[in-house]
């Protein structure tokens, strides 16, 4: 039986081609070339004015949150429901992570909590649109700029996404964004930093030079300590390739959501990433919740895929369970529910309607046997 992975990239010749001319020619005067002309490229994709090129998305996060002097005893308030690396850089800088629930139907940050947990401390809300699925922005920008708080957007996953016809990442202070191998658009490992802030973008960009600032007259001479999260010319020629690229990825991410919704339309108690009518998602992956009624959890379901060889990735943990953040004290019933209770479905580009068949078609005889119990 042929496996079925959650995920893999899609990358082909073009590919090929420019990182073949990045490894013959890129050094020396060159050395930036594909870098830069990386930058320019998602910049312009997204609508924003100014990008910068990263090792990762928590670097770009990192970097950003430093820039908009995030320190010791600052607060930044985000979902529970998250991967680490979106809390990481808030530690990284001595602030603390500050976590509130998510909402039930697209399991983004609930405005309302964001709201009720500001406090004195609180230096910045973190956006992370899960999944594809994007953050209320009307509610959570006009919070910022009622507190004066920036509103920052983590869009790790929302490439293709779109709030009120802008992309996810544009609208906030800055967005960053991962093109890991797992992610619809990437460059192996990496990300992004983007912002239309020129200021806040000046910031980061000598930041990102271990604190040298552009167009100094002394060679080697750093005004402060800063990073070193710069991505390489070699990964960068990937990113230009998948940029051009960009739209036949995020279709082709659509069109395999669509198949899923398509395949389990109708069966009750099941749910999947919600599009409003005001947004696109672009859908990086797709998800399966069940309602608390069918009493299926998450782990009979990994189960049923494994046995039919196929892969499945378990929905994020709170981040309060986690060891490291266990002493803080949080009420979060939404995130807890969630986690045990769905899972992300394979959506690897070249998945054939026959791969997918055979998904939808675990998920039918799951419920089927819990209806036979």
Known sequence: ????????????????????????????????????????????????TYAIATSSCTGALHMGMAALGVGADDEVILGNTNWIASAAPIDYLGARPVFVDVLEDSWCLDPRQVRAAITPKTKAILAVHLYGNLCDMDALL????????????????AIGSQWQGKAAGSM??????????????????????????????????????????AGSTRQFWPD????????????????????????????????????????????????????PTHSRNGYWMPTVVLDEALGITRDTLIEAFKAQEIDARVFFWPL????????????????FSLCERAINLPSYH????????????????????????
Not at 142 to 157: K, L, Q, R, Y
Not at 192 to 205: G, K, N, P, Q
Not at 245 to 274: C, T, W
């Open 350 to 373: 070249d998945m054939t309607d026959e791969d997918q068949g055979r998904v939808i078609g675990v998920i039918h005889h799951v419920l089927k046997c819990k209806e036979l119990q």
């Open 172 to 213: 906030g202070a800055f967005g960053a964004f991962s093109f890991h191998g797992t992610k619809t658009m990437t460059t192996g490992e990496g990300g992004m930093f983007v912002t239309s802030d020129r200021a806040l973008y000046e910031r980061v960009l000598t930041l990102s030079n271990h604190g040298r600032v």
């Open 1 to 48: 039986m042929k496996k079925i992975h959650y995920t893999k990239p899609s990358v082909g010749e073009l590919e090929a081609q420019y990182v073949l001319d990045a490894v013959t020619h890129g050094w020396g005067e060159r050395c930036y070339e594909y870098i830069t002309r990386f930058e320019k490229t998602f910049a312009e994709h997204l609508g924003a």
């Open 224 to 275: 402060f300590i800063g990073f070193k999260y710069k991505m390489s010319n070699l990964q960068a020629a990937i990113g230009c390739a998948q940029v051009e690229r960009i739209d036949e990825l995020i279709e082709r991410k659509r069109a395999i959501f669509n198949r899923y919704a398509q395949g389990l339309h109708g069966l009750v108690g099941v749910s999947m990433n919600p599009q």
């Open 142 to 157: 006009a919070i910022g700029a009622e507190f004066g708080i920036p509103v920052i957007e983590d869009a790790a996953e």
């Open 320 to 335: 309060s369970s986690l060891p490291m953040f266990q002493a803080h004290d949080v009420d979060t019933p939404v995130s």
